[in-house]
């Protein structure tokens, strides 16, 4: 029998059916997404930007001792499978005697993630700023870090609004992943609820239309982001 | 005499597009400088405020500043030569993402670290003087190009530069906003500010300089009053020149 350790999971039993499981199933799936699921995406998020940000630069620095690591570690991460990523920090380090909680592991994967592939958005991006603009801001008077600040990543952050909403996106439905390093989010909440009462499909389509509501309601939000944005740049 | 060069050369790899030349700014004075497409007028411009770096030559200002550019100068040193002149572009180049105003302010406040209060004054003032007054809480993509490149003028002005860079300043804009611009110029001229100005605006040139340099291939084949060489130039190469454009077929 499949271990029941979870508070929220005690009314469902086996004989629920249709309906009655649907609407019994809600709130565990629920209560998934917002204790790990939507917690799991943000924090990735944000961490794997700062990171995302740090890598671009180092990758178009000049000198090679910050471009070589960056170039690895963003061919690293893009060229294995996410949730071979998983694995190796869940799984692999205790055998280093490192162990991570679930929770911090999947943090740790999904940052590294959004850090290698926000990188390049943020990379292409600064490289599609004119470099007029970089000379403007010398002319000013202003020191090479200085420009970068104030006036080629304020104008790239604009630009990649678009990719890095896309991401984002991509990101909440991959933190499904983590259901496999036993982090009780959103589709290990499914997939407990599916091992007890059998019914794979209602549970998983239900699980299904939960993601799709939440990516639904964040494309709303990336369609009000960019055309605040768009009042800025030129026509 | 604000700024003397002697012997500024500069090289893209195997391309000599500056060879050996001279020039003198003097203080409050205008100087044209004129040529074919490739003569290498822009280069020289950019080489006076450091984007671009002699390989050779020694500038020497009247405050004592002086860089020899046979060895490669430092970053300090670099950035004061940068400090030293405002640049105009030929494509305006404002920060699309900041208002007129905060184009103008950015370099005072952000580099300079001079009080806001008094910047957002100043920096009023030279919108106003450059006809924009009205115009400067919009962003540029809502401004014509020749009220951009007023914006620009002023945001040059801004750091109080010694001396003025103009590339082409007009060469982007539609005929009729050309006037507007070079009016600006003009008046700056009254106001004896020293500028360096690469222009094909012949009647323009012969107007505003003092003195007006004609380059060819790398070389400045002719240098010396507007009427002289706008008039009456002595090279074959300046007259092929002027009759070009002055009568374009
Ligand atoms: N960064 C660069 N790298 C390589 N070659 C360059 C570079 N900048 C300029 N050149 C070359 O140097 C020569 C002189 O260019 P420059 O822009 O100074 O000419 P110009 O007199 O301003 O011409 P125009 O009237 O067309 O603006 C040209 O042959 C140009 O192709
Ligand atoms: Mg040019």
């Known amino acids: ?235 | 005499m604000l700024l003397s060069i002697k012997g500024l050369a500069k090289s893209f790899g195997d391309l000599e597009v500056l060879k050996n030349i001279d020039v003198e700014i003097e203080k409050g004075k205008v100087l044209s400088i004129m040529g074919p497409s490739g003569s290498g007028k822009t280069t020289m411009l950019r080489c006076l405020n450091g984007l671009e770096q002699p390989d050779k030559g020694i500038f020497t200002f009247d405050d004592g500043l002086t860089l020899n550019f046979e060895n490669k100068i430092n970053k300090q040193e670099a950035l004061k030569l940068r400090r030293k002149a405002g640049m105009v572009f030929q494509s305006y180049n404002l920060f699309p993402h900041k208002t007129a105003l905060e184009n103008v302010t950015e370099g005072p406040i952000i580099v300079q670290k001079r009080n806001k209060n008094e910047v957002n004054q100043m920096a009023e003032g030279l919108l106003e003087k450059v006809g924009l007054k009205d115009k400067m809480h919009l962003y540029p993509h809502q401004l014509s190009g020749g009220q951009q490149q007023r914006v620009g003028i002023a945001r040059a002005l801004a750091i109080e530069p010694d001396l003025m860079l103009f590339d082409e300043p007009t060469s982007a804009l539609d005929p009729e906003l050309i006037g507007e611009v070079l009016t600006v110029i003009r008046d700056l001229a009254k106001e004896n500010w020293t500028m360096a100005i690469v222009t094909h605006e012949v009647q323009f040139a012969s107007q505003v300089s003092d003195e007006v340099i004609f380059m060819d291939d790398g070389y400045i084949v002719e240098q010396g009053p507007p009427e002289e060489i706008l008039k009456a130039p002595k090279e074959k190469r300046t007259q092929q020149f002027l009759d070009r454009i002055l009568n374009p077929s």
Request: include cysteine; hydrophobic fraction near 55%; proline fraction near 5%.
């Open chain 1, 1 to 235: 029998m499949f271990p029941l350790n979870n508070m929220v999971l005690f009314s469902i039993t086996g004989d629920l059916q249709g309906w009655e499981l649907f609407v019994n199933s809600l709130l565990p799936m629920f209560l998934g997404a917002i204790k790990y699921t939507i917690p799991l995406t943000l924090i990735s998020f944000t961490l794997g930007l700062v990171l995302a940000l740090l890598t671009a630069i180092m990758r178009l620095s000049k000198s090679p001792i910050l471009r070589v690591p960056a170039v690895i570690y963003v061919s690293a991460i893009r060229g294995t499978p996410l949730l071979v990523q998983l694995f190796i920090i869940f799984y692999g380090l205790p055998s280093l005697n490192i162990t991570i909680d679930p929770f911090p592991s999947a943090i740790i994967a999904f940052s590294l993630n959004v850090g290698a592939y926000a990188s390049e958005i943020i990379r292409a991006s600064i490289l599609s700023i004119s470099k007029g603009q970089w000379e403007a801001g010398y002319t000013i008077g202003m020191t090479q870090n200085t420009v970068l600040k104030r006036i080629i990543i304020p104008q790239a952050a604009r630009v990649s609004v678009p990719p890095l909403s896309n991401t984002f996106i991509s990101l909440v439905k991959d933190t499904s992943l983590a259901s496999l390093i036993l982090v009780t989010e959103l589709f290990r909440r499914a997939q407990e609820i599916a091992a007890v009462t059998y019914d794979f499909m209602l549970i998983y389509i239900e699980a299904a239309v939960l993601y799709w509501i939440i990516c639904f309601l964040l494309s709303l939000v990336q369609q009000a982001l960019e055309k605040h944005l768009e009042r800025y740049t030129a026509t």
